[in-house]
Nanobody, 125 residues
Framework: QVQLVESGGGLVQAGGSLRLSCTASGRTFTNYAVGWFRQAPGKEREFVAAIRWDGAYLRYADSVKGRFTISRDSPKNTVYLQMNSLNSEDTAVYYC??????????????????WGQGTQVTVSS
């Protein structure tokens, strides 16, 4: 089993920054892609960013390109999401998830099997 725990969420003013962390316990992230997703009130959960198992390939949703950066620290079993220039549309619960297959990569939610409980990000205007 893999347990994922997100942290770093909170309330921030528009234009501000937050860094989310996702730490794995039990089995690790080693050799697995990790993604961040978010769900805003009244909306479906959507893809935000993903990082390949070796950190060499990254993908971002168009809505966050240039503002968000995903990274990983494998020895710490932690994946980060640095969020800059936040705006009200970024308000959501943010989830991290581990891709189901080793050495593969994708952005579809259905292909991620382990999920964290989520962390709330609220951006005030």
């Amino acid at each position: 089993q893999v347990q994922l725990v997100e942290s770093g969420g909170g309330l921030v003013q528009a234009g501000g920054s937050l860094r989310l962390s996702c730490t794995a316990s039990g089995r690790t992230f080693t050799n697995y892609a990790v993604g961040w997703f978010r769900q805003a009130p009244g909306k479906e959960r959507e893809f935000v960013a993903a990082i390949r198992w070796d950190g060499a390939y990254l993908r971002y949703a168009d809505s966050v390109k240039g503002r968000f950066t995903i990274s990983r620290d494998s020895p710490k079993n932690t994946v980060y999401l640095q969020m800059n220039s936040l705006n009200s549309e970024d308000t959501a619960v943010y989830y991290c998830a581990r891709y189901r297959d080793r050495f593969w990569f994708g952005v579809r939610q259905v292909d991620y099997d382990y999920w964290g409980q989520g962390t709330q990000v609220t951006v005030s205007s």
